[in-house]
């Protein structure tokens, strides 16, 4: 039997904020942000933020340069940044390359190999009009440079007519970005797409050391669970692993929009927890007017899950959303969120946990 245990981190003493981007001209202020650590320099860090914002730090994050990331494809928002085992940076975002409404066209994958310092657009991924393609979450193997992606297709985005399906894809780069697999789709239960509680949405992939990969998303006030074992080429059936009260898309009082998407990593480390694998979401199981972060993992790959463990132990009446979660290889799990007791003007803190599992 494996326990969970989680302990608030800087709860009394916060953490120094260090500005990393601003906005600039007439764009987007800077918000989404996606931040990846150099997987062998730990004193380099890329972060990645709307609309097209890329911020890079050479000191452990004490200080950052802010740039504006370019494409042949455009570049409009969504960002997600990884690095790979070499110690080089991914940055996938969403594409906009012309007038005529094309915004959500392919998903394009730029990389860096000297440390966020330049990039280059390596392809575009999911091109298939008139269908759009949106939030996109990429996972790299542990010790390959291949990425595995998922993403949501959409028939036609924000179309409330159910004839109109929005489903889940995978495709898979073995040559650092470079050329993808035909995208497959791996979920059996499609969504509609309106962008809400009742699409398929917020696929995150996770890869064991064995190639395994593994996927989590969330519909219909359920988090599903799909697996393949050969690479993304075949997958099996959608499972149920957790209920998710009020959906994904959950409403909390002075914030434009937010949601409890489930967030997958994996532990391969190679020790004692090696192979868990950690699911992490927000849901309103206690009411609309008090958001929860929950956690549920797996020891044998999937197979069983454990039932959801509240992480936040707050009272009632507040709101624990953004979720996101990161296994440090070396030194546990780490979970952040933000937390809210109402309106905008009652905006607390963000929170970060860290965690440990143990045998008992």
């Known amino acids: ?212 990969v593994y996927v989590t998303w969330s519909a219909h006030g359920v988090i599903w669970f799909d697996k393949s074992v050969d690479g993304g080429k075949t997958w099996g059936n959608d499972r149920a692993i957790a209920r998710q009260f009020g959906g994904w898309d959950q409403e909390i009082p002075g914030i434009g929009r937010a949601n409890g998407m489930p967030v997958l990593m994996s532990d391969n480390s190679g020790g004692l927890n090696d192979g868990n694998l950690y699911c992490l979401f927000a849901d309103q199981r206690a009411g609309e007017r008090d958001t929860d972060i929950f956690m549920i993992h797996s020891t044998d790959k999937g197979a069983t899950w454990s039932a959801a463990k509240r992480v936040n132990q707050d009272g009632a009446g507040a709101h624990q959303f953004f979720p996101w979660l990161a296994v440090d290889q070396a030194t546990g799990i780490y979970l952040r969120f933000t937390m809210t007791g109402g309106g905008f003007r009652d905006l607390k803190r963000m929170c970060l946990w860290r965690g440990r599992a143990m045998g008992v």
């Not at 392809?123 to 008139?130: E, I, L, M, T």
Request: net charge negative; charged share 20%.
């Open 1 to 212: 039997m494996i326990s969970l245990a989680l302990v608030a981190l800087a709860v009394d003493v916060p953490f120094a904020n260090v500005e990393i981007a601003v906005k600039q001209g007439s764009g987007f202020s800077p918000c989404e942000p996606s931040v990846a650590i150099s997987r062998t320099n730990p004193d380099v860090i890329v972060a990645g933020a709307v609309l097209d914002n890329v911020m890079v730090s050479q000191d452990g994050g004490k200080t950052w340069q802010q740039s504006r990331l370019k494409s042949e494809f455009g570049v409009y928002g969504d960002p997600t940044v990884i690095s790979n085992a070499a110690g080089e940076f991914y940055y996938f975002h969403l594409a906009n390359p012309g007038p005529q409404d094309r915004w959500l066209e392919r998903l394009v994958c730029q990389k860096s190999m000297d440390s966020g310092k330049s990039w280059v657009t390596t392809s575009g991924v999911g091109h298939n009009p008139p269908k759009h393609q949106d939030k996109q979450w990429p996972a790299v193997h542990p010790t390959k440079d291949e990425i595995d992606l998922t993403w949501t297709q959409f028939d036609k985005y924000g179309e409330k007519d159910l004839k109109f399906e929005s489903n889940i894809l995978f495709s898979k780069s073995v040559d650092g970005g470079k050329l993808w697999s035909s995208p497959v789709e791996i979920n059996d239960v499609s969504g509609d797409c309106v962008d809400g509680d009742d699409t398929t949405e917020g696929a995150v992939p996770a890869v064991g050391k064995d190639g395994t």
